[in-house]
């Protein structure tokens, strides 16, 4: 049995989860509404405050889609009651960010200014303190959202190795090289 999978999902007061004869799971909660279609396989139970996934066979298919059920619709229940945040830094000289409505304006080293359009489901913030790099930090209620988002302004530019300039998660470390050393 999927350890992952057969764990109840403890739901918080505010949160409701409703199944629809289609499989389509609903959870609503204070910061909003998610929606997640779930395999026809599986059985999803809502009762005493706790959502429980039973899966009718132990076939590989059925073993694996156990967990990852579990696993989004409990990502889901965090999300309408906390959401999910990510932070980006934005290492490097010159480099700056700005939001104006959704879209967020970021100059980094490039001969253009970079404007990436923001999902509506996202919000963002930039701040720029002294002495510390600038930051982007992205709010959501679906994680995945906010990861892919995330993602994508990281990959605009990659922190390098040598200096460790680039976009990057707050708190991540870049490994860096010596570089080239003087000849004789």
Excluded: C, W
């Excluded at 059985?43 to 889609?65: C, F, M, N, S, W």
């Excluded at 889901?76 to 490097?92: I, R």
């Excluded at 923001?118 to 959501?140: D, F, H, I």
Aim: charged share 25%; proline share 5%; hydrophobic share 40%.
């Amino acid at each position: 049995m999927s350890r992952v999978g057969k764990a109840p999902i403890t739901l918080a007061d505010k949160v409701t989860v409703t199944v629809s004869a289609a499989n389509e799971v609903t959870v609503k909660g204070p910061k909003g509404e998610l929606k997640q279609v779930v395999d026809r396989d599986l059985k999803v139970e809502v009762a005493d405050g706790k959502v429980t996934i039973t899966r009718p066979t132990d076939q590989i298919r059925h073993r694996a889609l156990h967990g990852l059920t579990r696993a989004l619709l409990a990502n889901m229940v965090e999300g309408v009651t906390n959401g999910y945040t990510k932070t980006l830094e934005l290492v490097g000289v010159g480099y700056r960010a700005a939001v104006a409505g959704q879209q967020l304006d970021m100059s980094l080293g490039y001969s253009h200014n970079i404007i990436l359009n923001l999902p509506p489901e996202v919000k963002a913030t930039a701040t720029m303190e002294k002495g510390q790099p600038p930051r982007v930090v992205l709010e959501s209620i679906d994680k995945q959202l906010v990861g892919q988002v995330a993602a994508k302004i990281r990959s605009l530019r990659k922190p390098e190795p040598y200096k460790g300039k680039g976009v990057r998660f707050a708190g991540e470390i870049v490994r860096r090289k010596a570089g080239k050393t003087a000849g004789k």
